[in-house]
């Protein structure tokens, strides 16, 4: 076996040079130094010039190929493929397809070589620069077709906001107020041709008196649109000032005014609106970018991108052949510099920003490992396992400044067949941070029709909406979600004030074995206007899901929400400071909703239960409940001793928990607190969020982070 293994690589290699013998295992070597012609085993090119390392990624695939196909492949033979430190561009993603895979004893490694950082990279260099009346300019002349959109562009590592009208006043460290934005003026009523009907346009917006005028460069300008829980992205049609109406050239998903006749919008990409330091704009129609540097920017010493690539790691398994990728491995590879853009029909999807897809993505990927990476500076999603991805662990990993969200997990459909579900993945240790930059109803992580999937110990952060989505059936339908666990995770800073009907991590659908627990969650502030923001939030249909052993605090409108559900179970977690409502359950349905046992809510405004508890479907007992306001807590508008009469809350106690430090929101409990004497077990919070190496959590801690608005709104 081994002698016919290096005749293998001698007889592929064709190299005059002899191949050392490598008995157990192979390993190839890429470099920005190196040739795809060459051989790959070497970690230098040679004294001679004529062998070396390979030049890509791509290069060292096929040669495994080349390999397994000529020599009737490697059995039992573990490839390991080093990637030297240095920048690979990619003009392409990335594919690797079922050929491509190892095996459970001999896996297939592409990993960043000892000590050293490669970088796929997605974005194309802007270095020559003219600079005319304080503005620079260059020239994009790929941007002039539809096709090639620019969605985004990046000075030193920072995303550049697009030139926006009117003004946000975060460009100068502060967070938008509501002078950032404008507001529509009432719906725009059509008649549908097939029944007669009136009815709201979802393409067509009526603004108020002089906040749309007909700019030189309004063809290329986004509207962005806020819908409750989404926003809509679009490009204008037409303009009719006389009736105050713009017309888009795709529709919303909500109609315009479903919920407020004033909603919000503002309008990007507007080269007119082109007037603050930091801000940029593309002209389509020319091809040049407009940029206003921030001071102390030259032409000759900055780093400004664009990108050019939507996607860069894709493993395409055949799900419905039964046929996958497997035992691949990628280490320590960062993946920089992506786009996904606003196309000619504009963007509009129901909630998460479904229909945008990520930089890495995997279609029947079994037992793949992605450890140690980063995607960074992208236009979409981080990471989506999608149909008949099994058993793949996401680990250690670094998502951040994305256009959508972090991680998504399987498909909004039931999968056809077995060969299609996608279950068993693993995210664990990953930082998920400042997502939603472009498509800001994106979560952190979404789990769709799939189950036994587990979230741990990740950093969930930044993000326009909700940290961690989990189900997508509404309602009481047979759904393929179940068995997930969401655990240990640290979530916070979420809706900056912008999205509402959101939560720290928010369920759909019947879910059985599916849990929530040891989870940190914090500063969920939704758009204050528009109810919706939420520490715990069963949704439509969430049943059969414990959440357990969380703690849940600064919340717009309540720890814990359950819109409706069947017997959920909330026990012990501790749900503090929310500014309107506690506890919300917002449906009268004949079944038990929910047990709500051992558990600590502790505030100082707003009420302990909102919208109904009338007819008594819910169990309660063995809570310790605390308004440190020093109101009398009124129980769904009884006095205490009425609510237990009527059977609720008949073992549970008004009385400060006594906390270790409230102000500074350390929740630690000493062995006489009331609530421990009821059986509260207390909550240990050091093991929650990142581990590892002192730098790897401190990158978490050292975050920047767009200002929310202030805590007490």
């Keep these: 076996m081994h002698k016919a293994f290096v005749a293998l690589l001698a007889a592929c290699f064709s190299f005059a040079a002899p191949v050392l013998a490598v008995p157990d295992s192979l390993t190839l070597y890429v470099s920005p130094a190196g040739n795809d012609g060459w051989s790959g085993t070497l970690a230098e090119p040679d004294v001679s010039g004529s062998d070396g390392p390979l030049a890509t990624i791509a290069g060292a695939r096929d040669r495994l190929r080349a390999l397994r196909t000529e020599g009737g492949g490697l059995p039992g033979v573990p490839v390991t493929v080093l990637v030297r430190g240095g920048e690979y561009p990619l003009a392409e993603a990335l594919v690797f397809e079922p050929q491509d895979s190892g095996t459970a004893e001999a896996p297939v490694v592409y990993a960043a070589a000892p000590g050293e950082h490669p970088v796929l990279h997605g974005g194309r260099r802007i270095t020559d620069w003219r600079v005319e009346n304080g503005v620079w300019k260059a020239d994009v002349p790929e941007a002039k077709s539809e096709d090639g959109t620019v ?45 007669g009907e009136e009815v709201k346009s979802s393409t067509r917006f009526r603004f108020r008196e002089g906040d749309v005028k007909q700019w030189e460069h309004l063809d290329d300008a986004v509207f962005v649109v806020f819908h409750s829980w989404a926003t809509s992205l679009h490009r204008v049609k037409a303009l009719d000032l006389e009736q105050r109406i713009v017309e888009f050239t795709g529709p919303a998903r909500w109609h315009f005014t479903y919920w407020k006749n004033d909603q919000w919008y503002f309008v990007e990409h507007l080269l007119d609106a082109l007037e603050l330091p930091g801000e940029w704009c593309l002209s389509r129609r020319d091809g040049v970018l407009h940029y206003l540097p921030k001071p102390g920017e030259s032409p000759e010493t900055v780093e400004a991108v664009i990108p050019r690539l939507r996607q860069f790691l894709l493993l395409q398994g055949k799900p419905e052949e039964e046929a996958f990728v497997s035992h691949l491995h990628f280490k320590g590879l960062s993946m920089r510099y992506g786009d996904w853009p606003v196309g000619p029909s504009g963007h509009s999807d129901g909630q998460a920003e479904y229909s945008v897809e990520a930089a890495i993505q995997t279609v029947g990927a079994r037992n793949c490992v992605f450890e140690d990476c980063e995607v960074a500076h992208v236009g979409g999603y981080g990471v989506w396992f999608r149909a008949g991805s099994q058993n793949n662990r996401l680990q250690r990993c670094a998502l951040t400044d994305l256009g959508a969200g972090g991680v998504r997990i399987g498909e909004g459909g039931d999968p056809p067949t077995p060969a299609h579900e996608t279950s068993h993945n693993v995210v664990d240790n990953c930082l998920l941070h400042d997502g939603g930059r472009i498509y800001r109803s994106a979560v952190g992580v979404w789990i769709g029709r799939s189950s036994h999937n587990t979230i741990s110990h990740n950093e969930i952060c930044d993000f326009r909406y909700s940290g961690v989505s989990v189900g ?36 759909l659908g019947i879910s059985p074995g599916t849990v929530l627990r040891n989870n940190y969650i914090h500063d969920i502030l939704s758009n204050g206007n528009i109810s919706g923001g939420w520490g715990l939030y069963t949704d439509e249909g969430s049943s059969e899901i414990l959440l357990t052993n969380n703690v849940v605090y600064n919340t717009r409108t309540g720890g814990f929400h359950q819109h409706y559900g069947r017997e959920n179970r909330v026990v012990n977690n501790i749900f503090a400071f929310s500014q309107r409502d506690q506890i919300i359950r917002s449906r009268d349905e004949e079944h038990l909703s929910l047990f709500f046992e051992n558990n600590i809510v502790y505030f100082s405004r707003g009420n302990l239960l909102g919208s109904t508890w009338k007819n008594g ?21 009884k006095p205490f001793a009425e609510w237990q009469q009527a059977g609720y809350d008949v073992h549970s106690v008004i009385a400060d928990p006594g906390f270790a430090d409230i102000e500074n929101r350390d929740f630690a409990l000493s062995p006489d607190s009331p609530a421990v004497k009821l059986g509260f077990q207390p909550i240990d919070l050091s093991t929650v969020g990142l581990y590892g190496d002192e730098a790897w959590v401190a990158r978490a801690k050292n975050a920047v982070r767009v200002p929310a608005p202030p805590k007490d709104e």
Aim: net charge negative; hydrophobic share 30%.
């Design 472 to 507: 997508w059936s509404w309602g009481y339908a047979p759904s393929s979600a179940n068995h997930n666990v969401i655990e240990y995770n640290h979530i916070h800073n979420l809706g900056k004030g912008q999205l509402s009907d959101m939560g720290g991590i928010y369920t």
């Design 617 to 637: 479907k819910y169990a309660m007992d063995k809570n310790c409940y605390w308004d440190a306001s020093g109101r009398e807590i009124s129980f769904a508008g």
């Design 151 to 195: 969605g985004a562009f990046w000075v030193n590592g920072e995303r550049r906001d697009p030139a926006r009208y009117p003004k946000a006043a975060h460009t100068a460290g502060d967070y938008p107020a509501e002078t950032d934005f404008f507001y529509g003026d009432g719906p725009v009523m059509e008649t549908k041709s097939d029944t």
